[in-house]
């Protein structure tokens, strides 16, 4: 017999055992199809309803707000009617930085009137005490490094207006304190930050007048004055004012949005009795325990005066804060008739009856005795709240681990094989969503510039949440078609089981740390309930009970991810406006979140579906084509999407997204050693918070004399830019373009600095130091730069007192006068750090003096700029821009 026909028939032969094994494996997924157990179409079609209406849901929660109210009859309901006429009235005064004849003069005095008025109106209430008092304060004190790096403050004249209530004649020995401020960012009305605040406590003052039955103890309403100069008033109000002695709470009113739900995010320290008044109180409670973690660990970009009085008073307290529609806050647009509406009600109710649960509280009497506890809170969809202590949260969380750990060693021992291989498909599951995540955050960016979200948040749905979504479920699919049909329903299981081991492995590092803000992953753990009933057999098998039960065991925690994404992206997208890192992965991290959550819990019910695709359709070159047409099918729409909407940004009267920017118009004179003057010149300084850079303002990008920065002396960390406060870490250099301009600024009283006294010494090591003694006179706002040669550190300063050397320094010093000129004197101690002889001029010093308010603030050029943007801005989305400018004088010497 030839070699040929022996091939021939082995070739036969083989077609013949394929011909068998495809047959038996189309009729094992014949089968499989008809098997009653397995989801249908339908189902999947149910599936993606009930995650829609979960969605819509939750974004409707989170937005609902309860109609105003106007006064009643009795004059017991907090009114926001009543309440809008003096906010609107304060508002505008316009703007009101601190030390402004808006801010001193109009806001402070306005208020005053208002108190009195009151007092008037209630002086024959039966057993009432109403006190007016009123503050001009100074001191100095540190800021550590938060919201901008850290800095040394003095201040002087700032003012406060305060108001006292009680019942009886005799002041009370235990009080709460409610604070808002009256001061505004210099170019901004406040109307939400922070005069909504203290139009609710003049309002919740009209109630307690007519109520003075219900001051059980008494009540300090302060108005403070300076806060946005970084929380000048406060400050000194709880260390030195007379009342701050019986202070045993407090609540913080603030607010970094425009209306919306109030959030309280922090609370304490660590009073478990305080935060329990407001979760047990509080009308319409919308907390988080992720907000304050987020918000003491510094990411996100703010800081308030509830610092000032637990840090300087240490008082526990409560804050609370608008962070809703955060594109005003600090702009021309924080204007009162911005405030959605419904948002001032829903705050005064919530603070008048956690104020009333407060006052007839027994633990305010003895504080101190319950302040050891740490607490998980949040609130279930904005419907009711969750409160239970971070060690019974333990409990339960290990518990769970324990449960889980137990399950899955037990599906490893008894199917190791099968839980081998769901835990490599749910690792390329995983993979594959970042991996979709990652090629759209860089698409994104390489085809828009970041931000195609901005004004348009569902368009990180779009860009982030399909893709995932999509990806996810597609890849499962298929790695579930290439398997026997016969072991679908237990790899399904074992599918599951690696979820949860995946989620517990996260809750243990947040427990082992104690990170309170594991309750979101407690929460996904929820369905091991699904997990020991199918160990035990007692999960039912029927596909529609399957599918209802899967779906009500994740809802807690499915339910829970999707309302936190929708809380987090309404509080940080607006906030990436004003921030210089790459946006997108923040975004797409916040949405792949909920959409992971989704997807990995539906990882069983993939399994257990019908599944028409041929195994041989099911490889790794499939699953290739699947991503990269998920991918462009995305990109595609995403670009359908960018030809209607070219810009992020978008003006528009009601409810404007505006770039953020900041101008500053300087007149710059550098000293070098000898004493000459090596620059004398004006410079116009273009400064974009947000990604997408100085290059993106339009004027900038058409104008080729803006250029990069580039620093005069070397060892500058903040590069001649005149920072108002120190907050170079939050821009680089895409985000500042500089060029000279002709018109040079005439300053009525030009900033001097003088150098008093120098006096030579040696330290106890043999090292030499230098006492320096300053005379500064500029404005009322005065930035210093204290910059020593890099073989010398700052050991000292009349100031403060360095915890340990320091190779710079920055120094604000601020104070209220009419004529807005104010001259300081302070102190510098250098020493050198090697035992060569002493430089001769070792300190460079700097000097910026903002024009924050009052005919010097804006020169010409600023106010051609702003006409300019303001006209353009109606009818091209790119020149959407709102601008903080201001002149500056500043001066740098050697000494």
Request: with cysteine; aromatic share 12%; charged share 20%.
């Amino acid at each position: 017999m030839s070699t040929t026909g022996i091939r021939r028939r082995h070739e036969q032969k083989q077609n013949l055992l394929e011909k068998k094994e495809n047959r038996e494996h189309e009729e094992a997924d014949g089968d499989l199809e008809k098997d009653a157990s397995l989801l249908r179409p339908l189902h999947w079609k149910f599936i993606a309803i009930y995650y829609l209406l979960l969605i819509f849901g939750a974004s409707f929660l989170h937005k609902c707000l309860p109609e105003p109210k106007d006064p009643n009859q009795e004059e017991t309901q907090f009114s926001e009617k009543r309440a809008v006429g003096i906010l609107q009235e304060l508002s505008d005064y316009g703007w009101k930085p601190a030390g402004s004849y808006n801010c001193e003069e109009l806001t402070r005095n306005r208020i005053l009137k208002e108190l009195n008025d009151i007092r008037k109106k209630n002086v024959d209430a039966n057993g009432l005490r109403f006190d007016v008092d009123t503050q001009y304060v100074s001191g100095c004190f540190d800021i550590p490094a938060h919201d901008t790096e850290g800095m040394n403050i003095c201040y002087r004249n700032v003012s406060n207006v305060m108001a006292r209530l009680g019942k009886g004649d005799k002041k009370d020995q235990i009080s709460v304190l409610l604070n808002c401020h009256y001061d505004s960012w210099p170019t901004s009305n406040a109307g939400s930050d922070d005069l909504s605040s203290c139009a609710l406590m003049l309002e919740l003052i009209r109630l307690y007048s007519k109520n003075p039955h219900l001051l059980n103890h008494d009540v300090i309403f302060l108005f403070n004055g300076a806060e946005e100069s970084s929380l000048l008033a406060a400050h000194g109000f709880i260390t030195q004012h007379s009342w701050r002695h019986e202070i045993r709470a407090f609540i913080n009113l603030e607010a970094s949005g425009s209306g919306g739900r109030e959030l309280l995010f922090q609370a304490g320290p660590a009073n478990q009795w305080l935060l329990n008044s407001y979760l047990e109180a509080a009308i319409h409670p919308h907390c988080s325990v992720i907000g304050q973690e987020v918000f003491q660990s510094g990411v996100y970009p703010g800081d308030t005066d509830f610092r000032i009085f637990r840090d300087h008073g240490r008082v526990p307290g409560l804050d609370l804060a608008f962070v809703q529609n955060g594109y005003w806050w600090h702009t021309e647009f924080d204007t009162a008739e911005r405030i959605t509406k419904g948002s001032l009600q829903r705050a005064g109710e919530n603070v008048y009856s956690t104020l009333n649960h407060l006052l007839n509280s027994p633990y305010l009497e003895k504080p101190a005795e319950y302040a050891d506890r740490k607490t998980i809170f949040f609130d279930f969809l904005g419907l009711f709240v969750v409160i239970y202590p971070l060690s019974f949260a333990h409990f339960i969380n290990l518990t769970a681990i324990f449960v889980i750990f137990g399950l899955v060693s037990h599906r490893f021992y008894t199917k190791s094989f099968l839980t081998l291989l769901a835990l490599r498909d749910y690792i390329l599951t995983v993979l594959t969503i970042a991996l979709v995540l990652k090629a759209m955050t860089f698409m994104s960016l390489f085809t828009y510039g970041a931000l195609r979200w901005y004004t348009r948040h569902w368009l990180a749905l779009v860009a982030y949440g399909l893709p995932s979504v999509w990806a996810g479920l597609s890849v499962q699919g298929l790695l579930c078609a290439r398997l026997d049909p016969k072991i679908r329903g237990d790899y399904g299981s074992a599918l599951d089981l690696i979820h949860l081991t995946v989620v517990s492995g996260i809750l243990l590092v947040f427990t082992y740390y104690d990170i309170a803000s594991g309750f979101l992953f407690a929460l996904l753990l929820i369905p091991v309930v699904k997990s020991l009933a199918s160990y035990f057999g007692a999960f039912p098998n029927c596909p529609h009970l399957n599918t209802l039960l899967t779906l009500l065991v994740s809802l807690p925690g499915c339910a829970m991810a999707i309302y936190t994404t929708e809380m987090l992206l309404s509080i940080f997208i607006p906030i990436m406006g004003r921030s210089s890192y790459n946006p997108e992965p923040v975004v797409s991290f916040f949405v792949a979140f909920s959409a992971s959550c989704i997807v990995l819990s539906l990882g069983g019910l993939v399994a257990k579906s019908q599944n028409s695709r041929p195994r041989n359709e099911a490889g790794l070159l499939e699953i290739i084509y699947n991503l990269l047409g998920v991918i462009l099918v995305t990109l595609t729409i995403l670009y359908v999407f960018a030809s209607f909407w070219p810009s992020p940004y978008r003006f528009d009267e009601k409810y404007p997204t505006a770039k953020r920017t900041q101008f500053f118009h300087v007149n710059q004179m550098f000293y070098d050693r000898n004493n000459q003057v090596t620059v004398n010149e004006t410079r116009f300084y273009a400064i974009s918070h947000d990604y997408r850079g100085a290059e993106d303002i339009p004027f900038v990008k058409s104008d080729p004399e803006y250029t990069g920065l580039q620093c005069h002396h070397e060892n500058n960390p903040w590069c001649e830019v005149p920072f108002l406060f120190p907050t170079k870490g939050r821009l680089n250099d895409r985000n500042i373009r500089v060029r000279t301009v002709d018109e040079r600024l005439n300053f009525k009283h030009p900033v001097k600095i003088l150098g008093i006294s120098k006096r030579h010494g040696v330290e106890q090591d043999g090292k030499g130091n230098i006492e320096y003694s300053f005379s500064v006179i500029g404005t009322g706002q005065i930035s210093v730069y204290i910059i020593p040669d890099p073989t010398w550190v700052i050991t000292n300063t009349s100031v403060t007192v360095p915890k340990e050397p320091q190779e710079n320094m920055f120094l604000y010093f601020t104070c209220s006068t009419p004529n807005n000129i104010c001259e300081w004197m302070f102190k510098i101690t250098i020493k050198k750090t090697t035992q060569t002889p002493s430089d001769e001029k070792p300190l460079l010093v700097g000097i910026s003096s903002h024009h924050l308010h009052g005919p010097e603030m804006q020169s010409e050029s600023i106010k051609n700029m702003i006409s300019k943007i303001k006209e353009n801005r109606i009818h091209s989305p790119e020149w959407t821009v709102t601008a903080s400018a201001w002149n500056v004088d500043q001066v740098y010497k050697y000494f």
